[in-house]
């Protein structure tokens, strides 16, 4: 389907890969632009008049309400459809769901299970598409990330993340984030934890070997990183075993652990955290975390999104 795509009006996002460095700083900086007029209350309704489809295979709180206040700050129309309320949880397929909804709404966004779905719906659908998460990546969470990251910081090239834990969805949309920012990704998996081996060797291929690394040392990974960033064990969709807990145990964010990190390191998570399993706590709710932040700069990275790519 040629969605006529100029810049990236009209295109999709399904993958950070998606992005090119210098869109991906053009993303950033609508953010902060979006962030600071919002605060003036002067936001410019570009959305007027379309509205975004939101379609949920999956629970969410964040991506869920940042999406519809993102929409409705720009003077659209969120319609939100959750996959059990709609013919596609009954076998509708995602391809004749993608080209119904075109007729209707002016983007899509789909949280589902494979990656593979998301492509069958952007290939489908005549309207942007936006991945709001799948097993294999969350792009929409990395750019809220980066957001925070370069709000604190003032830069993002050089900086050192380190991912601590399961290489999940996060961990892989990271991966390719700090790859296309310049930043160093260090994560720390027990062995058969790591990111996807797809997703590592684009992220190499953009940044280079030494940049992109993997460990089983969660001190090595932490020590002189300035983010310290950590995510559930078992994501939506996989099987909850004794065995995972047991192998991801060492790798909990704690205070110990983060004793080794740099002196101005900030702890991230993009939420829902387990309390006292990935992460204590003490470190959640610590002067070091800026989780409520990413939390909050969701809404404005897909609002500067919506507004790109709309
Ligand atoms: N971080 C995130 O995507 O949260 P939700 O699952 O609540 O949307
Ligand atoms: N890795 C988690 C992220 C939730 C926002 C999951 O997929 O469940």
Request: glycine letters at 8%; one cysteine or more; hydrophobic letters at 40%.
């Amino acid at each position: 389907m040629d969605k006529k795509a100029t810049g990236l009006r009209g295109r999709d996002l399904l993958s950070m890969a998606d992005l090119s460095p210098g869109e991906l700083d053009l993303v950033l900086r609508e953010a902060l632009m979006f962030k600071e007029s919002l605060r003036r209350g002067q936001v410019e309704p570009s959305l007027r008049g379309k509205l975004v489809a939101l379609i949920f295979q999956k629970p969410s709180t964040r991506t869920r309400v940042s999406f519809e206040a993102a929409v409705h700050h720009l003077g659209g129309k969120p319609v939100v459809l959750n996959a059990s309320d709609i013919q596609l949880g009954r076998g509708e397929t995602v391809s004749d769901t993608g080209k119904v909804l075109s007729r209707y709404v002016h983007a899509i966004a789909l949280r589902t299970f494979a990656q593979e779905e998301v492509e069958e719906l952007a290939r489908a659908a005549e309207v942007p598409v936006i991945n709001a998460l799948t097993d294999l990546e969350h792009p929409c969470q990395v750019l809220a990330d980066l957001l925070t990251i370069r709000e604190r910081f003032g830069k993002l090239a050089g900086i050192r993340l380190a991912y601590l834990g399961d290489g999940n969805n996060v961990a892989n949309s990271l991966a390719l984030g700090c790859a296309l920012a310049g930043m160093r990704y260090t994560a720390a998996c027990p062995p058969g934890y790591e990111p996807d081996a797809g997703v590592l060797s684009m992220a190499r291929k953009l940044a280079g070997e030494e940049t992109i690394r993997v460990v089983n040392d969660p001190r090595e990974a932490v020590r002189g990183s300035q983010v310290i960033y950590t995510d559930v064990w078992v994501s939506m969709g996989q099987e909850d075993t004794p065995r995972r807990r047991n192998d991801l145990a060492p790798y909990q964010l704690n205070r110990e652990l983060l004793e080794a990190a740099d002196e101005e390191a900030v702890v991230m998570h993009c939420l829902p955290a387990h309390r006292g399993e990935e992460i204590t706590d003490e470190v959640l709710d610590g002067p070091r975390s800026v989780v409520w932040d990413q939390a909050e700069n969701r809404m404005h990275a897909q609002a500067a999104l919506l507004r790109l790519l709309v």
